[in-house]
Nanobody, 119 residues
Framework: QVQLVESGGGLVQAGGSLRLSCAAS????????IGWFRQAPGKEREFVGN????????NYADSMKGRFTISRDNAKNTVYLQMNSLKPEDTAVYYC????????????WGQGTQVTVSA
């Protein structure tokens, strides 16, 4: 089992920045990918990007490249999502999730953290 807890959401003005955290506990994450997703009201859940815990390699949705950066701190067992130049359309609940390398399904999910960007 892997437990994931997000934090860092809040209200920010357009053009501002936020850094979300995803604290992981449970089994070792060395064989895991940790992903960030978001879901806006009335919309489907959207992939933001992910990071390989061992290598630190990252992938991003095309629409997120350049403004969003995912990183990890192995010592703190935490993954971060740095969001810059935020826009009102970035308003959503942001979730982190974990999947084992070689598997396509994210089996472990956090509870989500709300990000609201005001115009």
């Amino acid at each position: 089992q892997v437990q994931l807890v997000e934090s860092g959401g809040g209200l920010v003005q357009a053009g501002g920045s936020l850094r979300l955290s995803c604290a992981a506990s449970g089994r070792t994450l060395s064989s895991y990918w940790i992903g960030w997703f978001r879901q806006a009201p009335g919309k489907e859940r959207e992939f933001v990007g992910n990071i390989n815990w061992s290598s630190g390699g990252t992938n991003y949705a095309d629409s997120m490249k350049g403004r969003f950066t995912i990183s990890r701190d192995n010592a703190k067992n935490t993954v971060y999502l740095q969001m810059n130049s935020l826009k009102p359309e970035d308003t959503a609940v942001y979730y982190c999730a974990g999947r084992r390398a070689g598997f396509s399904t994210y089996a472990y999910w956090g509870q989500g953290t709300q990000v609201t960007v005001s115009a």
